[in-house]
């Protein structure tokens, strides 16, 4: 169906969709146009009616997917609808008359304040460039809340020491500012010191020692390493430091919009889930401390 590759080209220079969102939505449509095809023998998205739409999600459901697995899926599609109806692709959207299934709300995985304290400032890492790049990394991730898509697009404009701040590009291209504490700051300087005395040039901020910028899986496998020293959780991810950032910041007493705006979120229904985690951890103390709880 050449409009889903007219989409998918939409996502990627648009849009400017991150690798595994686009890997992600390329996925979904691919599968929903060979159920359309097998079953309906649909060749066009235009011949797709709602119908045909639940009788896929009724599939999926039936095949053990999670409703949080078939609304990403159901987010691909409007997507598109919505893409292809405001280029005149479609007129139709058949969309309109799906609604999504109702999800659990899953709260988000971080790691304690204490762990994250004896990583960053007592576990030993190499005496290396390396070692210093990626302690650095570590440092961001839970310092700024920085996505893992956004960390890897850092250039060196967009560090304004003399500012107190750098500048991050996050999803549809939007820009936000977030302010560096002092030692943070101090570790970036000495960082960027460290490439003009290798003479490691380039585009972006974080690199391997030949020049050429990290990669995704290398990034993913150090945070998961060292997150492994102090934690036990299951997941070990970029993401998991973000929430830790989040959730810590509204422990200590952060505004709620403040902190969305640090993440770059959209909405901020998207940053109140971290209130539930404050909320488990009140209930955890009550629990512990009143004498007839």
């Known amino acids: 169906m050449n409009e889903l590759l007219l989409f998918s080209e939409y996502l990627k220079v648009e849009k400017r969709y991150s690798g595994n969102t686009l890997i992600a939505y390329e996925i979904d449509l691919h599968q929903f146009s060979v159920f359309m095809s097998e079953s309906y023998d649909i060749k066009s998205m235009a011949e797709v009616r709602p119908a045909f739409v639940r009788s896929w999600l009724v599939k999926l459901m039936e095949e053990g997917l999670s409703a949080r697995s078939v609304n990403r899926k159901i987010t691909a599609l409007k997507s598109f609808y919505k893409f292809a109806i405001r280029k005149g692709i479609l007129s139709q959207n058949p969309m309109l008359k799906v609604s999504s299934p109702k999800t659990s709300k899953r709260l988000p995985e971080y790691v304690e304040a204490d762990k994250l304290d004896l990583l960053l400032d007592h576990i030993e890492f190499p005496d290396s460039f390396e070692g210093r790049r990626d302690h650095l990394i570590l440092e961001l991730f839970y310092g700024t809340g920085i996505r893992l898509s956004e960390l890897m697009g850092l250039a060196y404009g967009d560090i304004q020491l003399s500012k107190h701040q750098i500048k991050v590009t996050g ?5 936000r500012i977030i302010p ?12 960027l010191e460290e490439l003009e005395l290798l003479g490691i040039g380039g585009n972006f901020l974080f690199v391997f020692d030949n020049g050429k910028p990290l990669y995704t899986m290398y990034i993913y496998r150090l945070v998961n390493r060292y997150l492994s020293l102090v934690s036990t959780r299951k997941k070990k991810s970029p993401h998991v430091l973000r929430h830790s950032f989040a959730t ?4 200590k007493g952060a505004d709620l919009n ?5 993440l770059g979120h959209a909405n901020l229904s998207a940053t109140q889930v971290y209130t539930h985690n404050s909320i488990e951890k009140l209930k955890k103390a009550y629990s512990l401390a009143h004498p007839r709880a």
């Open 171 to 175: 999803k549809r291209n939007k820009q």
């Open 180 to 191: 560096l504490f002092a030692e943070l700051e101090s570790k970036i300087e000495n960082y």
């Open 248 to 251: 810590e910041m509204l422990n």
């Open 258 to 262: 403040a902190i969305k705006e640090l």
